[in-house]
């Protein structure tokens, strides 16, 4: 039996990063308002200025995430990719600038600012950012709506 020093690695408690070492607010924090407004070429000039952040060519920032909602902002670098991935929710790609191809179900889609693409459940895509591109990304999760597909 543990005593009471010892922290399990799996709880939720052990894995959150210190505030100082965080790059941005607590999400706990950061989504507890009622409402949110955001100018996305603020967001996309800090977060293209986050010196520590960004991974495989791209940087992202989940702007709202309340229940089975999540909203967020990507940049990506020349030809960055996100590699093939499912989601069990409805998922809306907003091209803001650039130029991004999602593959979705082995269909290609060329998408350019002001282009909105709505996958249902479960589709399996991917993105590619033929130049440096900002998108929106809104994921609804739908649990019960990606059991009806199966």
Known sequence: MKGPSMEDPNTERSREVPQAERLRQHPAERFAASQHQYDLNEVATRLGGELEAGQAGHRQ??????????????????LTR??????????????????????????????????????APEVEHDVLARVVSRMLLTVHLDVSAANRLE
């Open 61 to 78: 920032e989940t702007l709202y995430k309340r229940g089975p909602t999540t909203m967020a902002l990507f940049l990506f670098g020349h």
């Open 82 to 119: 996100l590699p093939p991935h499912r989601t069990k929710g409805v998922v809306a790609i907003q091209v803001l600038e650039g130029h991004i191809q999602v593959t979705a179900d082995g269909q290609a889609h060329d998408l350019h600012p002001g282009h909105l693409l709505v996958l």
